[in-house]
Each structure stands twice: as structure tokens, then as C-alpha cells.
């Protein structure tokens, strides 16, 4: 039998986390949906140890994480944006080359609804996504405004010691496919297309100058000079912007 202690101490927490995220509902969207994941976190616990008898592994806990989801705004012609998921507002004024914090969600599916920043009218893109408990993603609001897509990648953040690791993410709606490449010598990521994302390739630590070349051949559209790849972080590599008008082509780069 589990011990009901415990058991208690777990359903007294769930409770008053349920009450905080009631309270922070309206005025604090992202206070709410971290309050709400505490409170399922601590039902969760309770339920299992009914069903185990107060035995919780570590691979248990560990399943029982949260998923980390941070957006990034790369839509060349969109605007500011204000950005809501399951009808909470997470993102106000949210602008071109944008990115979030790590937000925390419980595992499972979310709508989400993207809107000209304070302009309630007309989404200018609506779906469900789902995500996998313990797993990291990047949702990039990818492509024109007319067209919006969302590009949900799952981000690995581990590094094996002493070692880096990079990606390349396309979200240049009018660029064609593209090869990166080390600046005249051999190619890295080749035929990556709008809009999808490379595997990550572990590199040993360095500066390096990279470059965007038109796939298939030697035609550089995007030069990468002096990028620096420090140990023991992964990075994202990210081509946004127009091709053919403005903003300009250029690459970004973040963390994970």
C-alpha cells in the first residue's frame, strides 16, 4: 500500500498549484500554464503511487517531464505578432527574428493561434501540435503571411564533452535549396529546402567561416564568416529574410 503521508502531501501540493494557476489564468498566461504543468505533475505522482505502491523510478520521473517549447518568428512579411495556444495569449508583440524562452507544457496536443499583433479578427495561422514529454522543440512561424506554416523541430540540446554540434534550418520562403558549406572548400548540409531543417552534425570545437551556396552548385548567396562553435553547446543555423526583396537574406544563429 502507498503510503498515505505521502499520497496526501502529493494531492495537497496538486491542489494548491491548480489554485495558482486559476489565479494567473488572465493575468499571467505563462505563470499559468507552469502552475498547471506543477499541478499534473503532482496528480500524476499521486496516481502512480496508487497504482505502484509508493515505487516511482527514475525513468518514471524522468517520462514525466515537461516539453520545452520555445517559437521563433521568421516570417519576412507577417508583422509583429501576438501568438496564443489553447486561447491564452503566451506571446504579445512578438516581431521578426524573435525568439522565445523554453516555455513548459505538459505532453500532448495544443492549438495554436497566430494573430496580427492586437488584431483579434483573423488568424493568420491556426493548428494543433503535439508534443512528447521530456523533449525540447523550436516552433518557427515560417513562410509569407498569406502562406504561414509552423516548422516544428525537435531540438537536441546534448553535447557529448568537449565536442559541439550544429544544424541548418531554411525559413527563406523565396530562396531556393541550398548547400552549407565550409567558405571554399566542402560542403556540410546539402539540398536543405524552404522549409526544412538539417540533422546535427558533431564538430570538434572551432571558428570557421561558412557559406549558403545554391544547391548543387559553386553560386554563394549567403556568406557565414567567422562563426564561432565553443564546446559542449549545440547550435541552430538559421537562414531567414527574402532572397529577393526585403529584409535582406541573413543567417541567425541560437542555442540548442
Not at 523510478?57 to 518568428?73: E, M, N, T, Y
Not at 508583422?79 to 504579445?92: C, E, T
Not at 492586437?118 to 516552433?139: D, L, P
Request: charged share 20%; aromatic share 12%; net charge positive.
Amino acid at each position: 500500500m502507498p503510503n498515505n503521508r505521502n499520497l496526501q502531501w502529493y494531492f495537497q501540493k496538486a491542489a494548491k498549484y491548480d489554485l495558482l494557476a486559476q489565479y494567473f489564468k488572465y493575468i499571467n498566461p505563462a505563470k499559468h500554464i507552469d502552475y498547471y504543468y506543477k499541478h499534473l505533475r503532482c496528480m500524476n505522482y499521486a496516481v502512480q503511487m496508487m497504482r505502484t505502491g509508493n515505487r516511482i523510478s527514475a525513468g518514471d520521473s524522468l517520462r514525466q517531464g515537461p516539453a520545452k517549447v520555445r517559437i521563433f518568428h521568421s516570417s519576412p512579411d507577417a508583422g509583429p505578432v501576438d501568438i496564443y495556444i489553447n486561447g491564452f495569449r503566451i506571446l504579445k508583440d512578438f516581431a521578426f527574428k524573435e525568439d522565445s524562452d523554453y516555455l513548459s507544457f505538459p505532453g500532448g496536443q495544443y492549438q495554436v493561434d497566430i494573430y496580427p499583433a492586437g488584431n483579434m479578427v483573423s488568424a493568420v495561422f491556426s493548428r494543433k501540435i503535439s508534443v512528447e514529454s521530456g523533449k525540447f522543440y523550436t516552433a518557427a512561424a515560417a513562410g509569407n503571411a498569406s502562406k504561414l506554416k509552423l516548422l516544428l523541430l525537435e531540438d537536441q540540446p546534448a553535447v557529448s564533452p568537449g565536442e559541439t554540434k550544429i544544424r541548418f534550418v531554411h525559413l527563406t520562403p523565396d530562396a531556393p535549396a541550398v548547400d552549407i558549406a565550409v567558405k571554399n572548400r566542402d560542403v556540410i548540409f546539402q539540398d536543405i529546402s524552404f522549409p526544412k531543417a538539417s540533422e546535427y552534425l558533431a564538430l570538434t570545437p572551432m571558428t570557421v567561416d561558412l557559406e549558403a551556396r545554391i544547391a548543387g552548385t559553386s553560386n554563394v548567396v549567403l556568406s557565414m564568416p567567422r562563426i564561432q562553435f565553443k564546446a559542449d553547446q549545440a547550435y541552430t543555423i538559421l537562414a531567414v529574410g527574402s532572397a529577393v526583396s526585403e529584409p535582406e537574406l541573413e543567417a541567425m544563429i541560437i542555442p540548442g
